[in-house]
């Protein structure tokens, strides 16, 4: 019966509100989804955490939903390994490409010391996630807009724009891979600022151009890493040195 309603109600709703209502009313929904889930993280970050929790999964779909950027966001998996891997950090966090993960990542390290900065190459989407950030009233957390920049063999955010910080994790969800090398200039452009023993989350692990990039860096520099994931997959690579 309930399901009968629910069929009705959705067919109501598309059929006899115009368009720009619809996503008005949408708009409203998720925004108020984002709010009351990020609230829940906030409240008691290590009940979200456990990478095989059921719950915790649905925790993070319902804040994809809310964001509302669902082809460009990070999936469930990734935003709990973020999460997890936020919320044990002992130092700063460093993140490429923003989005939800900073959101996420700023959520449970909002009570801490520990300082979160995001690198953005759009403005656009810099400026949405601040304005988002500030709401929330998250003050550990900065969002910068930092231009891509020609480094000869790959282009990667210009590092003459942004702070000489040390970090122990970085969240590695961009550039985008339509952009000259994708993420490949992380490592050889912040290497000296990643403490020996650091975390990399380098998401996209099923696309060939992140795994030559997890080859590369495996021949550049020490590391180890596991591949996990199901339909996306992620790499959490543990950083030991050049
Ligand atoms: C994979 S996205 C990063 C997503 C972020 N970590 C998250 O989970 O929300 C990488 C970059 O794509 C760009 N981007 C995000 N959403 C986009 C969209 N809808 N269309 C085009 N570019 C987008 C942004 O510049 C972002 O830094």
Redesign the pocket.
Known sequence: MRSIMKLISKWLFSNLLPSNLQDYIRGYHRSAVLKFHIKRLIQTPENYINLESDASRALMDRIIYG?G?P????DSRY?QACAAAALKSNSNIL?C??????LVMAAVTQSSSIQLLAL???SQ?AERLDSVLRDFGFTNCKVLHVPLTNYQKFDWYDKRKFDNGSYSLV?C????GSTKGGRYGLLPIMHKQLQKGSTILL?DCQRADETKILEQWSSEYQLDYKISGTDKKYADITFLGQ
């Open positions: 964001w950027n082809d460009w966001s990070a935003l993140e490409g923003s989005g939800i993960t900073t953005e190459h759009v989407w969240v969800d961009g550039p985008p998401d």
